[in-house]
């Protein structure tokens, strides 16, 4: 077990002064990216605290339903991280999410909301440097799009 | 091929009488300018037995090919009216296969059409009620069975007297290609005309075979010949034309002489074609299909020792 | 089974364009086995569009449902409560046959078709479908070695492949299989080509869409 469960809820930053800071959620398959994240942990990597990472079995089961309920209830960013191509322990969940993802840009692109909000990554089990690059790389990059469709929402103050 | 002659086509006596046949194509105007056929007209007259007017060939809206073949006839000249399945269905092409022959239209030729996807109004709607096939049976029907496709009877003096041609495309699947020219002899096709042969050993190939099956003898077969006019036309008709194939030969000849003498060299080519072709068993005549430049034919009929043609 | 795909999202949102409540309503029927119009695609339609209300700081409230088939008036009967809440555009992601039936049943309503029915016919693969049929209403498909000059010749021949076919492929687009190339193949194989030789006659369109719109009648199941 990784000495902070990744599945842990966090709340969401406070409203208030201050940079902003984004709301991602991270879909990590269990046979990689979720190891990764437990290895970045003891480790003692930083990375960005705002990255609320979802244990799933395989990429495979990642969908776009998922990503959309993610930003419909807050989110600023998702991405899902799977094995690297050719590692699937379900032969090909990796490819078949990475396509499910490439097909919500273009989604989200069609209702005007920036088709960088979600993204696919793929990495190893043993990768915890690159678990912890990824999550500074796109909450970095959500950082810039600002806030997302549903804080946009919400009356200010 | 027996007994008298189905038609007042000239095109059919001259083939009747065993004489090396010769067509031309005509593609009328996209305009209503009755001078711009009598022009292409008078270029072919004394040239050619026949002269095929297309129908809204490729797709593109241009004159019908039955106003343009009636100004023809005017011209003297006997013409082959196209009829394509895209544009018409069975009510239209059987009246408009009467309207020709009262015009004194001789000769028909069914053919599918090329698909509206080509043309320049891709976004309509397409016919084909019936295909190059059964219009053929349709026009034979009513010439020798005096029957409408309704079983309409038509009076003995009233039945169209079409001499009936069918188009004879090259294309794949190649062994099946002489299967379907049967069919259309069986149809009711009197004779058929190719589409440009570039590659003679393929060409030889089916004539074989269309000899073998004693298809010659029930119809007569046309070969069809366009002159190559430069070096791009050739690797354009190699690439993206199906069933056309030019060989790497004469592909080579043409590369080998200078931009501005290609046409001239193209010109040589059909003539040697046409020689080959004098002397294939089972070859009737040639069609010369000389897209937008007609006005060749002649130079190309002379040079190939055709002349005289039949007169008017 | 009908196939059909969705509307592009800019013509939808036209549709229900100033309503603050609208309905999706789904169909269990040939939209769901081919990914266009079932539960699963009218969640994302509605998740896509509120997200698109609220980008602009505006709230939809987009409810979900799913019949068991639109086009059967049982079961668009039995939906009449969901419509009690007064929705500002209703859109029926069945196909077309669906938004037709919802309409007629509540002519109150404004019902909107969020899917267009491409073709009939079957998947060739997991997310791809192509057309098999036209509904001629006199299949010959025997006559082709199991194959449809109908549905699957860009002209319909019935006595091809005309000038076009190129290497097994038609002429209209490089992408799509010259199915008299297939018929000749198919037959060739079986030894059956020799059936090819005779021309098949006319076809008699009657009983296609030319004849009019179609009915069928089976009095043994009228009540």
């Known amino acids: 077990m990784p000495d902070h469960p990744p599945t842990e809820p966090r709340s969401p930053a406070p409203p208030g002064p201050g940079p902003f800071e984004p709301r991602v959620i991270a879909f990590c398959c269990q046979y990689c990216a979720y190891s990764a994240a437990d290895m970045a942990g003891s480790m003692r990597l930083q990375y960005p605290s705002n990255v609320e990472i979802v244990l ?71 990768q915890g440097p690159r678990f912890a690059e990824i999550a500074r790389e796109f909450s970095g990059r959500i950082a810039e799009l600002g806030p997302g469709p549903a804080s946009r929402s919400k009356p200010p103050g | ?116 996807r080509f043309g320049d109004h891709p976004q309509s709607k397409n016919v084909y009620d019936l295909d190059s096939v059964s219009l053929i049976m349709a026009i034979r029907a009513m010439r020798d069975q005096g029957r409408l496709l309704s079983g309409q009877e038509l009076p003995e003096d009233g039945r169209p007297r079409l001499f009936i041609a069918a188009f004879n495309p090259f294309a794949d699947p ?23 042969v570039y590659d003679m050993p393929r060409f ?69 074609q046409i020689e080959e072709m004098k002397s294939l068993a089972g070859v009737s005549g040639v069609h010369l299909m000389f897209v937008e430049w007609e006005h060749m034919i002649p130079v190309v009929v002379e040079k190939a020792g055709l002349l005289p043609r039949s007169e008017a | 089974m009908i196939i059909a795909s969705r509307k592009p999202i800019d013509e939808i949102k036209g549709f229900i364009a100033g309503s603050g409540r609208i309905l999706i309503v789904g169909c269990r029927g040939c939209v769901t086995v081919c990914n266009s119009g079932g539960a699963k695609e009218v969640e994302i339609l509605a998740s896509l569009l509120r997200l698109d209300a609220m980008k602009g700081g505006a709230k939809l409230t987009a409810d979900e449902c799913t019949l068991e088939r639109q086009c059967d008036p049982e079961y668009v009967d039995g939906f009449a409560p969901r419509l009690a809440e007064g929705y500002g555009a209703v859109l029926s992601m069945a196909c077309p046959i669906g938004p037709q039936y919802l309409a007629e049943r509540f002519p109150s309503e404004k019902v909107y078709p969020a899917l267009n029915a491409c073709f009939m016919g079957g998947a060739l693969a997991h997310g791809v479908w192509a057309e098999r049929c036209q509904a001629c209403g006199d299949c010959v498909v025997h006559l082709f070695a199991g194959l449809c000059p109908v549905s699957r010749c860009a002209k319909s021949l019935l006595n091809g492949p005309c000038g076009g ?8 687009s490089g992408e799509t299989d010259c199915v008299w190339h297939l018929i000749v193949e198919r037959m060739e194989a079986a030894g059956t080509i020799g059936e090819l030789a005779t021309p098949r006659p006319l076809k008699d369109w009657r009983t296609s869409r030319d004849g009019g719109p179609r009915k069928i009648v089976r009095e043994e199941l009228v009540r």
């Open chain 2, 174 to 196: 190649e062994g099946y290609r002489v299967v379907r020219a049967a069919k259309k002899v069986e149809a009711g096709a009197d004779f058929l005309q190719s589409q440009c």
């Open chain 1, 56 to 126: 799933v079995p395989c990429t495979g089961r990642f969908d776009a339903i998922l990503a959309l309920k993610a930003l419909e209830g807050g989110a600023d960013g998702v991405y899902a991280a799977g094995c690297l191509e050719g590692s699937c322990h379900f032969l090909d969940g990796n490819v078949r999410a990475r396509k499910r993802v490439t097909h919500l840009k273009k989604e989200l692109e069609s209702v005007g909301v920036d088709p960088g909000r979600v993204e696919m990554y793929n990495l190893s089990a043993s």
């Open chain 2, 204 to 272: 030889r190939r089916f004539m074989e075979r269309a000899v073998d099956m004693g298809l010659a003898e029930k119809a007569y077969f046309m070969a069809g010949i366009t002159p190559l006019k430069s070096l791009g036309m050739a690797k354009y008709m190699n690439n993206n034309v199906p069933g056309i194939t030019v060989p790497d030969s004469l592909i080579a000849r043409l590369k080998g002489v200078p931009k501005d003498r290609q046409p001239e060299e193209g010109v040589a080519i059909a003539c040697e």
């Open chain 2, 1 to 116: 091929m027996t007994g008298g002659l189905k038609s007042e086509s000239r095109l059919e006596r001259a083939l009747a009488s065993g004489r090396f046949a010769v067509t031309g194509e005509l593609g009328p105007p996209r305009n209503a300018r009755a001078a711009d056929v009598e022009a292409k007209c008078r270029a072919l007259k004394g040239s050619v037995d026949a002269v095929n007017v297309t129908d809204n060939q490729t797709a593109v809206v241009r004159m019908s090919s039955l106003a343009a073949s009636v100004i023809a006839l005017r011209e003297g000249l006997d013409p082959v009216m196209q009829m394509v399945c895209r544009d018409r269905n069975r009510i239209a092409a059987q009246s408009d296969l009467l309207g020709a022959a009262a015009l004194g239209v001789n000769n028909i030729i069914a053919l599918s059409g090329d698909h509206q």
């Open chain 3, 165 to 172: 076919s190129a290497e097994g492929k038609c002429e209209v």
